[in-house]
């Protein structure tokens, strides 16, 4: 009896943090009392986790694409410095013919010295764009019981707009479904 709770209670908390459905209908839904899902939501600090929650598995995949491309940006955008050796780089005093001084700086084919920094990626570009190629390979590809609850919403919410009578049986198989995961393990 205590897990049948634990469920309900877990179901209630991502129905009201992910979803924004409202308290009365999580109360109906799960066959419980407003004042038991007020409760809830008071003892769990729901309403600060829903506030906290901004950070949504589109807005990291979005952030993580944006500092992939960025860096690949800078990569390319990197001036090319080649490993031209200093005294290479300081004037030599001069005589002309007639005696004076002049300052004269070497002259230096770039080409011909090896590239220190370049526009391709080093070790470290190279680490950083596979742990984020990485980071996204697996938020793209793992589900959770959010995404499943989402989709099933969705689809109530598009099956409501045809046939209201049918997408409230439709929303009471979802949750068992959704609740039968969630007792299994199979999120």
Partial sequence: MAIRKQVERDLAKILFVNDNVSQKEIAERLKVTEKTVSKWVK?????????SLLV????QLTGLYDQLQSAINEIKTRPVVRDIPNFMLKPIKLKDSCGDEKLEYPKVNPEDYPILIGNFPNSKDTDMISKLTTAIKRLET????????TVAKNLILFIRSIDAKFANQLTSYCDAFI?????DGTK
């Fill in 142 to 149: 793992e589900t959770n019981i959010g995404e499943t609850i």
């Fill in 56 to 59: 949504t598995k589109d807005h």
């Fill in 179 to 183: 609740k039968q995961k969630m007792t």
């Fill in 43 to 51: 003892e769990g600090g729901w309403e600060k986790l829903k506030i």
